[in-house]
């Protein structure tokens, strides 16, 4: 199985800060990377597929980059309902695997 | 547009079968450019990717699981299904189905889940 980690597991960030999280695969995935949030009670919801591909109705202070093994999502002007948990997935082999998750809370 | 809705007992009991159905409303689930998926967390845990159904009935599934899971689809419902067998309380968690467009490759949409907790 493809192993993800993340970093930092949690980070405590304020409104407007820039939030970056980092996600390596244990092997290479090219680009085959995407990025969720997930509020405490809810479904995870899709922000990045592809590492860079932002999803329609999400919005442009979210970015996604990388490729191969490592990646980084980056949230600019962090903004009040940014307070979550982020996850990275792997979509090139399975069984896809999650990364532990990241989470954002307030300073 | 496409929702989930997932259906389960709430509780099953150690060594029984875990069944859990996910309805598609909005599209049909016989598409081919989607694949339908189980993906499950425990509380307060990570997301462990359970398995998933495409086409006409193409399945994979996680290896850790393979032994005990079953996924079905019933097009003329518009329902996916999963049977997990003898369950554990390790098997306690949030089931949550997912859909994945072959466009993205990547989980675009999720139902609200249905928390099971494997319990005697």
């Known amino acids: 199985d493809i192993q993800m980690t993340q970093s930092p597991s949690s980070v405590s960030a304020s409104v407007g800060d820039k939030v970056t999280i980092t996600c390596r695969a244990s092997q290479d995935i090219s680009s085959w990377l995407a990025w969720y949030q997930q509020k405490p009670g809810e479904a995870p919801k899709l922000l990045i597929s592809v590492a860079s591909n932002l999803q329609i109705g999400v919005p442009s202070r979210f970015s996604g980059s990388g490729s191969e093994t490592d990646f980084t999502l980056t949230i600019n002007s962090l903004q009040p309902e940014d307070f979550a948990r982020y996850y990275c997935?792997?979509?090139?082999?399975?069984?896809?695997?999650f990364g532990p998750g990241t989470n954002v809370d307030m300073k | 547009h496409v929702q989930l809705q997932e259906s389960g007992p709430g509780l099953v009991r150690p060594s029984q079968t875990l069944a859990v159905t996910c309805t598609v409303s909005?599209?049909?689930?016989?598409?081919?450019?989607?694949?339908w998926n189980w993906i499950r967390q425990p509380a307060g845990k990570g997301l462990e990717w359970m398995g998933r159904?495409?086409?006409?009935?193409?399945?994979n599934y996680s290896p850790s699981l393979k032994s005990r899971l079953s996924i079905e689809v019933d097009t003329s419902k518009n329902q996916l299904s999963l049977r997990l067998r003898s369950v554990t309380a390790a098997d306690t968690a949030m089931y949550y189905c997912a859909r994945v467009d072959s466009n993205l490759d990547a989980f675009d949409i999720w139902g609200q889940g249905t928390m099971v907790t494997v319990s005697s």
């Open positions: 909005g599209g049909s689930i016989n598409t081919a450019s989607y694949y």
């Open positions: 159904m495409y086409g006409s009935g193409t399945i």
């Open positions: 997935q792997q979509g090139i082999s399975f069984p896809f695997t």
